[in-house]
């Protein structure tokens, strides 16, 4: 096989300047890459191979970990990097693409090609036809596509159709990258390398379950992205239904790229369709209000004033099947929130009987185990004990372990995990067409009932607040409410803004 090359689209934009680059380069750091490697940027600014190094050296040493800053290091890294300036809507920069891989890689170029899509969605459909044009989507070339893929089912079972007649589904790598956090994994070993848990994993001991994974930040310059999108598209279709799957999911005979994928696409398949829900109860959504010296969200860059793009979505949802009917599961995500927490709570059902009596009636009858996925991962089970002392008195006690305990090596990160797999042609952890489907297919009906109700609730929330109260009330048909992240684990409060 001849040498790796990577071709990255969207190579001046902000995905690749603080994932892509550190990405690929904590994989050279680590030995990862061929030691022939190129990658070949792509975008219309102009930029020579010189300036773009210039360029990509500042920006790594602006958002490398301090742990892996190694100036001969970068340099030598810099010296794989290589730039061509074009227009990825016109067949022209494609064949002067293919001629200089051609030169790259002599008369025997059996196009091993890795090509990244971190461009502005609406390109999606257009680059991979482009390269089949010009013959570069060889049998061995693989090409990794940014979410959301699609942006709604129709579009979505067009963008499918469109890869699968330039590439075999083994070369499309749908990446999410949820799934390329080892905190994201360990869900699997905490669910599958353990029996003590899979017993009460079912809807006769488990009560309802919340996914929360909001941010303390706003759009920043992601403006002309961000207002066509909104949550739905950007978190909920994707990262947050993936959490869903890896919570629900049954165990797979083995661990391999299609039983680990059908069981997710059986997940998906099994949520019951919000046909019959009432949508303004159901899901909520919300936009960011300014407060202090904060803007709101129809003040940032490149947002139109009266944008009516939810920047936050609370939604129940339920899975109709043996393991997990009638057991709700609340999912929200916001940005401007009051912290970053990415976390799966699941609370048990209380012990039927509670034979002590507890300080002014308030006994700790329900446990919860709280998994978090950021930051400062770790596990903790809420139990109740008894207080040293005389009587009987009954508090909520905590039961942690703390993720760094596992030898203390740093969480490798997301992106340079995703790309190896890529590299190694090892598909498991991207979302196959089919998943792609399921998961716009239910959400769908959202999509339509927005359009069709264009004045439809979209409540304010102050920023640095936990979002309207409206999923406040959204839980309480169930007796349930949202735990506030910053109160879960020891040591928490220093991530909360509160
Ligand atoms: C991206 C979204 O996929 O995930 C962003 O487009 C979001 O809007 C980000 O900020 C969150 O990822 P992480 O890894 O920082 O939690």
């Known amino acids: 096989m001849n040498k790796l090359t990577i071709i990255i689209f969207g190579a001046s934009?902000?995905?690749?300047?603080?994932?892509?680059?550190?990405?690929?380069?904590?994989?050279?750091?680590?030995?990862?890459?061929d030691k022939e490697f190129i990658v070949i940027g792509i975008s219309r600014t102009s930029f020579t191979d010189e300036t773009y190094r210039d360029y990509i050296r500042q920006e790594l040493n602006?958002?490398?970990?301090?742990?892996?800053?190694?100036?001969?290091?970068?340099?030598?890294?810099?010296?794989?990097?290589?730039?061509?300036?074009?227009?990825?809507?016109?067949?022209?920069?494609?064949?002067?693409?293919?001629?200089?891989?051609?030169?790259?890689?002599?008369?025997?170029?059996?196009?091993?090609?890795?090509?990244?899509?971190a461009?502005?969605?609406?390109?999606?459909?257009?680059?991979?036809?482009?390269?089949?044009?010009?013959?570069?989507?060889?049998?061995?070339?693989?090409?990794?596509?940014?979410?959301?893929?699609?942006?709604?089912?129709?579009?979505?079972?067009?963008?499918?159709?469109?890869?699968?007649?330039?590439?075999?589904?083994?070369?499309?790598?749908?990446?999410?990258?949820?799934?390329?956090?080892?905190?994201?994994?360990?869900?699997?070993?905490?669910?599958?390398?353990?029996?003590?848990?899979?017993?009460?994993?079912?809807?006769n001991y488990i009560d309802y379950i919340e996914i929360t994974a909001v941010e303390?930040?706003?759009?920043?310059?992601?403006?002309?992205?961000?207002?066509?999108?909104?949550?739905?598209?950007?978190m909920v279709q994707n990262h947050l239904i993936?959490?869903?799957?890896?919570?629900?999911?049954?165990?797979?005979?083995?661990?391999?790229?299609?039983?680990?994928?059908?069981?997710?696409?059986?997940?998906?398949?099994?949520?019951?369709?919000?046909?019959?829900?009432?949508?303004?109860?159901?899901?909520?959504?919300?936009?960011?209000?300014?407060e202090y010296n904060k803007k709101g969200y129809r003040e940032e860059k490149g947002i139109s004033p009266d944008s009516?793009?939810?920047t936050y979505i609370a939604m129940r949802l339920e899975i109709s099947n043996w393991r997990w009917s009638g057991v709700p599961f609340y999912i929200r995500t916001g940005k401007q929130m009051p912290t970053k927490v990415t976390e799966i709570v699941v609370h048990f059902k209380e012990t039927p009987?509670?034979?002590?009596?507890?300080?002014?009636?308030?006994?700790?009858?329900?446990?919860?185990?709280?998994?978090?996925?950021?930051?400062?991962?770790?596990?903790?089970?809420?139990?109740?004990?008894?207080?040293?002392?005389?009587?009987?008195?009954?508090?909520?006690?905590?039961?942690?372990?703390?993720?760094?305990?596992?030898g203390g090596i740093p969480s490798g990160d997301a992106y340079a995990r995703l790309i190896d797999d890529c590299i190694q042609n090892d598909s498991t952890l991207f979302t196959r067409s089919d998943a792609v489907e399921a998961s716009w297919k239910f959400f769908d009906p959202i999509l339509e009932y927005w359009k069709s109700h264009p004045d439809s609730p979209l409540h304010g929330y102050p920023v640095g607040t936990w979002g309207p109260l409206q999923s406040e009330n959204m839980m309480h048909e169930h007796h349930a409410e949202w735990t506030n992240p910053c109160k879960n684990l020891i040591d928490t409060d220093k991530y909360c803004e509160l």
């Open 13 to 33: 934009g902000d995905l690749t300047k603080r994932k892509l680059m550190p990405a690929l380069y904590s994989l050279f750091y680590n030995n990862r890459l």
């Open 242 to 290: 993936q959490l869903v799957a890896l919570t629900a999911m049954e165990p797979p005979a083995l661990f391999n790229a299609d039983t680990f994928r059908n069981e997710v696409v059986k997940v998906y398949n099994s949520l019951t369709p919000l046909e019959h829900v009432d949508f303004e109860e159901h899901i909520v959504r919300g936009q960011y209000t300014a």
């Open 119 to 203: 461009t502005p969605p609406s390109l999606y459909s257009i680059i991979p036809l482009f390269l089949k044009d010009v013959g570069l989507n060889t049998k061995h070339s693989r090409i990794i596509v940014e979410k959301p893929f699609g942006y709604d089912l129709q579009s979505a079972l067009e963008l499918n159709r469109i890869y699968e007649s330039v590439f075999e589904e083994h070369q499309i790598f749908r990446i999410d990258h949820f799934l390329g956090k080892e905190t994201a994994q360990n869900l699997l070993a905490f669910r599958f390398a353990n029996g003590v848990f899979e017993p009460l994993w079912n809807r």
């Open 353 to 406: 009987h509670q034979m002590f009596h507890c300080d002014k009636g308030k006994c700790p009858r329900a446990n919860k185990l709280i998994l978090r996925l950021q930051p400062n991962e770790g596990i903790v089970l809420r139990i109740g004990l008894k207080v040293p002392g005389a009587g009987f008195e009954i508090k909520d006690v905590t039961m942690a372990f703390d993720y760094n305990q596992l």
């Open 308 to 310: 009516r793009t939810e």
């Open 216 to 234: 303390n930040i706003g759009i920043a310059d992601r403006g002309g992205f961000y207002d066509h999108v909104g949550a739905l598209r950007d």
């Open 62 to 117: 602006q958002f490398l970990d301090a742990t892996v800053l190694n100036e001969e290091l970068i340099n030598k890294f810099i010296n794989h990097l290589y730039y061509e300036t074009m227009d990825p809507t016109t067949v022209e920069g494609y064949f002067r693409l293919s001629d200089r891989l051609s030169q790259f890689n002599g008369c025997d170029d059996f196009g091993n090609y890795l090509f990244y899509l």
